[in-house]
């Protein structure tokens, strides 16, 4: 089983729409957790941090659920320029310290 | 600032050669990170270096593999006897330090295709 996992998309949505993102992971010891967004044929770029309490960056509100091992990621009022990749991203626990686990992305494509 | 550089940003090899790829952190950036991304797949973690050491190498998907770091910045992934399954781009990535979670920044990657 996958450490992380996401529903591939892709999602396609007309510009304006309220779009959402869920993620499951399977290490309960998980110590963080990230959203990366990665444009086509280029590197992936943090978008924002998870935080227990949930927390929101302008148009985008992330939400963690340790009980159910779950990640989301809200998007109102979409953009073109949100078409991209998300990658749900989790950094194990401290032991294995450094590397993060990365979701195989999930792909929205925003339309006019 | 300079960000995360990789040279050669495509490399196209046949079958059975060795290749080098480099990669040049952020400037002050103790930790390392080479991960691969293959077609379809999500990003694989390889190894990660603290300064020159490289603590674990355990990603490392077989005895082909190895990097290196000297002087705690330039670090070189290099595959030997390349084969077909190699083919993915290769993504560096630094952070300020591995101690506590600090934001990895990537490199373009390196488009690696094996013939």
């Known amino acids: 089983r996958k450490e992380v996992e996401q529903d591939p998309g892709p999602f396609n949505v007309p510009e304006g729409a309220t779009v959402a993102f869920n993620c499951t992971y399977s290490?309960?010891?998980?110590?963080?957790f990230f959203w990366y967004r990665q444009d086509c044929r280029k590197e992936p770029k943090l978008l924002m941090s998870v935080y227990s309490s949930g927390n929101e960056d302008g148009r985008f509100t992330a939400q963690l659920n340790r009980a159910s091992q779950y990640i989301s990621l809200l998007i109102r009022d979409s953009k073109l320029s949100d078409s991209a990749t998300y990658l749900c991203?989790?950094?194990?626990?401290?032991?294995?310290?450094?590397?993060?686990?990365f979701g195989k992305g999930t792909s929205l494509l925003v339309t006019p | 600032g300079a960000g995360v550089s990789q040279s050669p940003s495509n490399k196209v090899t046949e079958k059975g050669k060795d290749v080098e790829l480099r990669c040049d952190p952020i400037?002050?950036?103790?930790?390392l990170y080479w991960y691969r991304q293959s077609l379809g797949q999500g990003l694989e973690f390889l190894i990660y270096?603290?300064?020159?050491?490289?603590?674990?190498k355990s990603g490392l998907p077989s005895d082909r593999f190895s990097a290196e770091r000297t002087g705690g910045s330039v670090s070189t992934l290099t595959i030997q006897r390349t084969q077909q399954e190699d083919s993915a781009v290769y993504l560096c990535?630094?952070?300020?330090?591995?101690?506590?979670?600090?934001?990895?920044?990537f490199g373009p990657g390196t488009r690696l295709t094996v013939l």
């Open positions: 990535a630094s952070s300020l330090s591995s101690v506590f979670y600090n934001e990895q920044f």
């Open positions: 400037s002050g950036h103790t930790a």
């Open positions: 290490n309960s010891a998980s110590q963080s």
């Open positions: 991203v989790v950094k194990p626990d401290s032991n294995s310290g450094y590397a993060l686990n």
């Open positions: 270096f603290q300064g020159n050491s490289a603590p674990d």
